[in-house]
């Protein structure tokens, strides 16, 4: 063992430095389970989960993309609201859930295969 080493090892520093690199390891572990959740999340993120549809994050990449088309195309955003309100106090909590998820597969049935439904309510 070199002068130096003698040193460093009696100082404590060879031990410190191991636990540096190890931390160092955890921390890239850490990282790249991070990166594989976000990754399998990501779809949760613009799926709305009681229809399947993009939510309000979805619509909004989906009108993103609409409006940067080119050559630019005519694009039209219809808003239909029933309040969950309204909702819930003529049928109930479970109810009001599938009438959203019926509604959501009934308007989808009747679009062109081009056009885009979105469920952007709370």
């Known amino acids: 063992m ?16 191991a636990a540096v690199g190890r931390l160092l390891t955890e921390r890239r572990k850490l990282r790249s389970e991070i990166a594989q959740l976000r990754q399998r999340c990501r779809p949760n993120l ?7 549809l993009p939510n309000r994050a979805g619509f909004g990449n ?6 940067q088309q080119r050559p630019p195309t005519p694009t039209t955003v219809v808003v239909l609201r029933p309040t969950r309100t309204q909702l819930l106090d003529n049928l109930g ?3 009001s859930d ?3 998820a019926e509604l959501a597969v009934r308007i989808s049935s009747c679009l062109r295969p081009d056009y885009r439904l979105a469920r952007t309510a709370e």
């Not at 613009?46 to 399947?52: A, C, S, Y």
């Not at 989906?62 to 409006?67: H, V």
């Open 46 to 52: 613009v799926i709305d989960p009681l229809t399947g």
């Open 93 to 95: 909590s479970q109810d």
């Open 2 to 17: 070199g002068h130096a080493l003698r040193i460093a090892a009696a100082a404590g520093l060879i031990t410190a430095s």
């Open 98 to 100: 599938s009438a959203v």
């Open 62 to 67: 989906l009108l993103g993309e609409a409006l």
